[in-house]
């Protein structure tokens, strides 16, 4: 019986070909002793030849081998790709997390994956000798491009512009692939945030210990460490038209493509029009929550970015909410999210684990920090911060009003001071940055006063204790 096969390719006829041709390469490994040697013709032939033969009497045969595929898949079988190991990564770290948790289908099947549209359509004819091994790290790259391919990707001028989830992996892609690897090329990144700690869990090139780090140069330097090799320069700016001074034409004409790894689409449309002008490659990538794009822009072949209109932005970057505000749209999202965090949520949680008596049981079965997050929060409600009187209440507004907006603008302008100036010596406090200034509380201010009132009053209602709004009253307790 023929196995049941998942493939992902844009020519979907190749699948039935290569489950045979990956047999019929184990089979020329058993035979030989080693798999074809790249661009060898003679080894290519003999596979050929043995695949016929194994196609013969496979229960998966298909009617006609493709020559000019198997062929291929000799000319490759000893090199490898960096790319092609992060998607292969990338999918059985997804299969481990389903048995992990237990959650969604696991993939039982076989499931083929191939990238020959990296060819030209021409399949050119590199020849043998420029894919003979070197003994160095590039190695596998050499066996399927050939040795003038890897020395264009030393010299590439390359202008990365984010270094958040897409940033650290693309950096990494191209730190190991050789990119910018000699001292004629260069990869200059840019990104104007810090590193949060909700970054960690998909920004691999970020620790502990870069909290609060610019993320540019904290990329820059984990990929250095991967590849000392790697020529990178880092900034800490903002893409946009009060940097059009540090970015000038002279910059623009020196770049062999762009790449932007960005989380809004303002920025995106803007290095869009930047490329579309001085005519460069983009290589166009997003993510917002669980939405992701990927576009290849080629100037006079395709069509840019901006061409096609994405729906309006629902959601705002978390590093913009809780460090660079810049709009009246963000304000009302962090008090949306705050209101959340205070009222709403720990509400939900204690209440569960009141009704549910198989709360810890099932909790306990998540992995990672989940458990321990969502056990703490339900202590932390019924428990630490729970209050018996509504004067606990007024106790707990005053002490969240002097961490909100004293205590954390303070910790952030310690990191960031009001004169700090980034790698390029620009302002660090420009453009949609907005220096932020402490407040410090004061009772007889009537703004400071209504928000004691107003979260006090929002605690005792969770806890059924009786509310007040007399200000008299209030400020006695």
Request: charged content about 20%; proline content about 6%; overall charge neutral.
């Amino acid at each position: 019986m023929s196995p049941n096969m998942s493939y992902r390719i844009l020519r979907k006829w190749r699948m039935s070909q290569l489950h045979i041709a990956l047999q019929a390469l184990h089979q020329y490994k058993v035979k030989v002793g080693s798999l074809p040697q790249p661009r060898n013709k003679q080894h290519a032939s003999d596979f050929v030849s043995l695949a016929k033969d194994f196609n013969s009497s496979s229960k998966a045969k298909v009617d006609t081998i493709d020559e000019s595929l198997f062929q291929s898949v000799a000319f490759n079988a000893v090199g490898d790709l960096t790319p092609i190991h992060a998607v292969i990564g990338g999918i059985a770290a997804q299969e481990v997390l389903k048995a992990c948790s237990g959650k969604f289908h696991p993939i039982f099947q076989h499931f083929y994956f191939d990238a020959l549209e990296c060819y030209s359509e021409e399949n050119p004819d590199v020849p043998e000798d420029a894919c003979q091994p070197a003994g160095n790290r590039y190695d596998g790259q050499v066996a399927i491009f050939g040795k003038q391919f890897q020395e264009k990707l030393f010299q590439q001028n390359i202008f990365v512009v984010g270094s958040g989830a897409i940033g650290c992996e693309l950096l990494k892609n191209f730190a190991m692939m050789g990119v910018a690897g000699s001292e004629s090329g260069k990869i200059l990144v840019t990104d104007m945030d810090s590193i949060e700690k909700s970054n960690l869990n998909r920004q691999f090139l970020f620790r502990p210990w870069d909290v609060q780090q610019p993320k540019s140069l904290t990329a820059a330097k984990a990929v250095k460490a991967m590849n000392p090799d790697v020529n990178i320069v880092a900034h800490e700016n903002r893409v946009g038209p009060e940097t059009e001074n540090v970015y000038t034409d002279d910059f623009f004409e020196s770049l062999g493509c762009v790449v932007n790894a960005l989380d809004n689409v303002e920025a995106r449309a803007y290095m869009d029009r930047r490329c579309v002008y001085y005519r460069k490659p983009l290589l166009e990538s997003g993510t917002l929550g669980t939405k992701a794009n990927v576009q290849v822009v080629l100037p006079h072949l395709t069509e840019s970015y901006s061409s096609s209109q994405d729906p309006p932005e629902k959601s705002i970057p978390i590093c913009t909410l809780k460090n660079f505000p810049n709009a009246i749209e963000h304000t009302i999202q962090w008090a949306r999210d705050a209101f959340e965090g205070y009222f709403s949520q720990p509400s939900k949680n204690a209440n569960q684990y009141l009704n549910d008596p198989k709360f810890i049981e099932s909790t306990l079965k998540h992995y990672g920090t989940h458990p321990a997050e969502l056990i703490g929060s339900v202590k932390s409600a019924l428990v630490d911060t729970r209050p018996r009187s509504f004067a606990d209440c007024v106790k707990w507004a005053r002490l969240e009003f002097q961490t909100q907006f004293s205590n954390v603008i303070r910790q952030l302008l310690f990191n960031f001071p009001p004169d700090q100036v980034t790698s390029s010596g620009q302002p660090f406090w420009s453009g949609p940055k907005k220096c932020p200034k402490p407040i410090d509380f004061d009772a007889n201010n009537g703004l400071h006063f209504e928000y004691i009132v107003a979260a006090a009053n929002l605690k005792a209602e969770m806890y059924g204790i009786e509310r007040t709004r007399d200000r008299a009253r209030s400020e006695e307790r």
